[in-house]
């Protein structure tokens, strides 16, 4: 991932403006070490710090049009760059870069050519001839992005946080597949797929449809000019992602570049499930695998930087981050810029433990419709921080465009729970890729009940968290709760720690507005809440929260373990791993 940031109509051309302007953009070279660059065209300025991942001889930022009228800043990859190259006959290219189309789309087609971008993406692009702009977000938000004004009637694009907060008045997340164009003043949506408007589908369910989609949205995430690897967990998710990528990889100009040799990654605690199932996989594909280990402790020295860098105070999204965190320095000291990882999958096909719960279809398929809608505020934001934060790319197949219309247009029915006809979560999915003749994955892997990627790593790692908390926020910190934050109060001593970190990085009213709220259990949405009267009392986004689905569920008199007047009682002994032997984050390949 790259990291972008514009300054548009600030009327201050002066060099003072462009050093602040290059000073906030070195906030974002974690993000991009590789190159940094900055184009001025009087009072519009966009800089870039690019982390090279395709043509990175001549890739460099910001990219131009023929005669340098039209200038972009992109963060992102662009998939179907060279068949957007072959309808742009009369242009020519000035780079190899898969992002060097935009410039020219635009010119051919004006602003109406974003739907045809099959990617990830988030791009500024400035047209000197009459100062006009546009601001465009990929479908989804997987790559991150924000949008401030200022008081000088100045615009700014940053793709976090960090670039923009000091200097605008307000500022707020850009919202997921739509694009701002000067010339209308305001944000339009360009995504409109037919599930965008929760209508109940109908289509019979076809494994093969579905297996192939998927194939077709891994493969195409093989476009690399450096090395890359596979996030492996040993679920579902990651575990198919890995199959296909190591069925598929040779014969891919990857594999001529780099060979045929799939690399694995999976960080946990000591015998963490992740670990065991992971490596159990690694063996099975044949991945030369790589695997982190981390403690408690090793976590929690690190929960302040990865708050600083996933710029968020929700709990279940900083207690994954955290671990991915960590687990991406040590991909990126490997030599290893890109990997593809399992985000998304739960969202679209219901994958979360409380889909259990779901009364009927039409429930079922409006809520994984809120959750796909909601990606780019925490698995998306998760995934793109943690891993920008060391320069390392996440790419995410789930999230390909063409597979979440196949995957949302499947009757719903056909993706309910029912453990009685031995339908668990994500059954579609499973039974898409159960082929009898040239297994995907070994049975017992490919029919593993979800977890969630913070219980994944070690159920300690949660309950530690939570002890760790009960030692820093007192009772009365959490009486005055509603009243030093009320907005999105903390309801427990886990989330008003989190908060006072998130609020010291960054005081301003606009950030803490881009963090969502709300009741969660087990990541579910407040609406969802109400599938089961239990759950009230036990809200909670950890998987375990699910009683009655979860096989390692909190105790039932747990319930309320997790408010204000005592500590937590868990399942997992918290001293036994705090007092072990903490050996940093040793890497066994």
């Known amino acids: 991932m790259c990291g972008i940031l514009a300054v548009l109509g600030c009327s201050d051309d002066s060099q003072a403006k462009r050093v602040r302007v290059l000073e906030l953009s070195r906030r974002l070279k974690h993000r991009g070490p590789d190159w940094s660059g900055l184009y001025q065209h009087g009072d519009f300025y966009l800089a870039h710090q690019r982390l090279a991942i395709i043509d990175p001889a001549s890739g460099d930022q910001p990219l131009y049009n023929e005669d340098k009228k039209i200038v972009v800043t992109v963060n992102g990859e662009i998939y179907n760059h060279e068949a957007l190259r072959e309808r742009l006959t009369n242009h020519k290219f000035r780079t190899g870069s898969d992002c060097d189309v935009i410039a020219h789309l635009y010119e051919e087609y004006g602003e109406n050519f974003v739907d045809m971008l099959d990617g990830m993406f988030s791009f500024v692009l400035l047209d000197t001839r009459d100062n006009s702009f546009i601001v465009a977000r990929d479908a989804i938000g997987i790559t991150s992005l924000y949008i401030g004004w200022g008081l000088d009637g100045s615009i700014w694009i940053s793709s976090e946080l960090k670039g923009l907060n000091d200097d605008c008045e307000h500022f707020e997340a850009f919202p997921p597949g739509h694009l701002y164009s000067s010339k209308s003043g305001g944000l339009k949506r360009w995504y409109n797929p037919t599930w965008y408007s929760e209508a109940i589908p109908s289509t019979p369910y076809d494994p093969l449809v579905l297996r192939q989609a998927f194939e077709n949205a891994v493969i195409k995430r093989l476009m690399t000019d450096v090395p890359f690897g596979v996030l492996l967990s040993g679920g579902l998710d990651s575990s198919l992602v890995a199959s296909i990528t190591a069925r598929h990889l040779a014969g891919t100009k990857a594999a001529r570049q780099w060979g045929t040799q799939l690399h694995s990654f999976c960080v946990g605690l000591e015998g963490s499930p992740d670990l065991k199932y992971a490596k159990e996989v690694a063996d099975y594909?044949?991945?030369?695998?790589?695997?982190?280990?981390?403690?408690?402790?090793?976590g929690i020295d690190a929960i302040e930087e990865a708050i600083y860098h996933i710029e968020t105070y929700d709990v279940t999204t900083i207690r994954a981050s955290t671990p991915m965190f960590l687990m991406s320095r040590k991909i990126k000291s490997l030599g290893v810029k890109m990997v593809i990882s399992g985000e998304g999958s739960d969202e679209i096909f219901g994958g979360y433990l409380y889909f259990h719960k779901a009364p009927n279809k039409e429930e079922f398929h409006r809520e994984t419709c809120h959750k796909i809608k909601a990606l780019h505020q925490y698995d998306c934001l998760r995934a793109n921080k943690a891993t920008?934060?060391?320069?390392?790319?996440?790419?995410?197949?789930?999230?390909?465009?063409?597979?979440?219309?196949?995957?949302?247009?499947?009757?719903?029915?056909?993706?309910?729970?029912?453990?009685?006809?031995?339908?668990?979560?994500?059954?579609?999915l499973r039974k898409a890729f159960d082929d009898e003749e040239r297994p995907y994955l070994p049975k017992h892997v490919l029919y593993r009940q979800k977890e969630q990627f913070s219980d994944g790593v070690g159920y300690s790692w949660i309950d530690g968290l939570k002890a760790h908390a009960e030692q820093h926020v007192t009772d009365k910190m959490m009486q005055n709760a509603q009243y030093i934050f009320p907005h999105n109060t903390p309801l427990t001593k886990e989330a008003y720690y989190y908060r006072m970190i998130f609020e010291r990085f960054f005081p301003q009213n606009s950030a803490r507005l881009t963090v969502p709220g709300g009741a969660s259990v087990a990541c579910s949405t407040a609406k969802a809440v109400e599938w089961d009267a239990e759950w009230a009392n036990n809200l909670d986004p950890s998987g375990r929260a699910a009683l009655g689905v979860h096989l390692s569920a909190y105790e039932k008199q747990v319930a309320a373990s997790n408010a204000v007047k005592a500590p937590p009682k868990v399942i997992d002994n918290i001293p036994r791993m705090m007092e072990a032997a903490a050996p940093g984050l040793a890497i066994t390949s």
Do not use: C, Y
């Open 285 to 298: 594909l044949g991945t030369v695998h790589h695997e982190f280990h981390f403690t408690v402790q090793d």
């Open 388 to 428: 920008s934060a060391w320069g390392v790319e996440a790419r995410v197949p789930f999230l390909d465009k063409d597979f979440i219309n196949v995957a949302m247009a499947i009757d719903p029915e056909w993706k309910m729970i029912n453990p009685q006809e031995g339908r668990l979560e994500k059954w579609i």
